[in-house]
């Protein structure tokens, strides 16, 4: 446990009507926050470092770019999920705030102090340069051409790198991207949203692809 962690505990409301059950910080929550009865400890909640699951580490060389995100929460929450998911690079792009924005930390948790990141104010430029580099330039949007996130292989970017382009939460990505795009990747919706929010359709598609299967076997 890292110094200056918080312990929590689970702690139940002793009143038979009540029964409130809730996590608390040590040394708090000796209270019943609903009723006001004197509450005791039932229950120590795992060491979720003790008890993580270790996977391989990925061959996919993935990066980001997030090009004109409108919410700090979300390009924070990004950063975390990234950082999660063995990301190696984000490119902020257009109006999308960098880890300067004091914001953003509240949902990065301190994501934004350990991944590499840079800042450009055109977004299609970004995207044109690396891809001229030899990256895989691919889009996450919901178009007419786009093929579903989970046809897609780890291989299929032949050993190059990736840049998956994520886009803003009203527009989508730019559409001089999408011309530029080696593949354009949509999530199946089997629900009556067409959509999803920025930062969990980015999360699902970069744990798929940092994780996906090999179109053959590896040795």
């Known amino acids: 446990m890292e110094e200056g962690q918080l312990v929590f505990s689970m702690r139940q409301c002793g009143n038979k009507g009540c029964r409130f059950r809730f996590p608390a910080a040590a040394g708090r929550g000796e209270r019943c926050p609903q009723c006001g009865n004197h509450t005791a400890v039932v229950a120590i909640p795992h060491n979720k470092r003790e008890n993580a699951i270790l996977h391989p580490t990925s061959s996919l060389h993935l990066e980001l770019l997030l090009d004109n995100i409108r919410s700090v929460y979300n390009v924070g929450s ?5 950082d ?9 792009a257009g109006i999308t705030a960098t880890p300067e924005h004091p914001k953003l930390v509240k949902t990065a948790l301190g994501a934004d102090s350990q991944m590499g ?44 790198p990736i840049l998956l382009v994520v886009g803003n939460e009203n527009v989508g990505v730019d559409p001089a991207i999408l011309q530029w795009s080696d593949q354009i990747l949509a999530l199946p919706m089997l629900g009556v949203k067409d959509s999803l929010n920025v930062a969990v359709a980015c999360g699902i598609a970069v744990y798929h692809l940092s994780l996906a299967p090999s179109r053959k076997p590896m040795s």
Do not use: C
Request: glycine share 8%; proline share 2%; aromatic share 10%.
């Open 78 to 82: 990004i950063f975390r999920t990234a």
């Open 84 to 92: 999660g998911a063995g990301v190696k690079h984000l490119h902020l």
């Open 117 to 160: 990141w840079s800042y450009s104010r055109n977004g299609v430029d970004t995207a044109v340069r690396l891809q001229n580099q030899g990256y895989r330039l691919w889009a996450l949007e919901d178009a007419p051409e786009a093929i579903s996130l989970y046809s897609v292989k780890r291989d299929m970017a032949d050993g190059r």
